[in-house]
């Protein structure tokens, strides 16, 4: 399974940004699909997961009523819509995916597949 994700960059407090990820190499259908954040020096936590028959979904606390994850299974494309941008949403954002289901609080050994992050900034 290759994971590209994209759309990253500067936001100002307040604002959107939506992430990419290009899913290959599998069949997009079977993976939970999840969205991590590193933030610095910090570990990685979960943001967002959503099981393969997308439901249930799990929100973190700290993204609940202002990121969304979906896929579009016919594009095998991965999204993570995030609105109201805080400037601790700051990090490098990943695109992970695995074929298993993950707990009631994912973290990172639960999704074998990773992309190479993308780097969103939230800062006036």
């Known amino acids: 399974v290759q994971l590209q994700a994209s759309g990253g960059g500067l936001a100002q407090p307040g604002g959107s940004l939506r992430l990419s990820c290009e899913f290959s190499?599998?069949?997009?259908?079977?993976?939970?699909i999840a969205w991590f954040r590193q933030a610095p020096g910090k570990e990685r936590e979960a943001l967002s997961c959503?099981?393969?028959?997308?439901?249930?979904?799990y929100y973190a606390t700290s993204t609940q009523g202002r990121f969304t994850i979906s896929r579009d299974r016919t594009k095998n494309m991965v999204y993570l819509q995030m609105n109201s941008l805080k400037p601790e949403d700051t990090g490098v954002y990943y695109c992970?995916?695995?074929?298993?289901?993950?707990?009631?609080?994912?973290?990172?050994?639960?999704?074998?597949?990773w992309g190479q992050g993308t780097l969103v900034t939230v800062s006036s």
């Open positions: 992970v995916a695995d074929l298993g289901a993950f707990g009631s609080d994912p973290d990172v050994a639960e999704f074998g597949s």
């Open positions: 959503v099981s393969v028959t997308e439901s249930p979904k």
């Open positions: 190499g599998s069949a997009l259908d079977y993976h939970a």
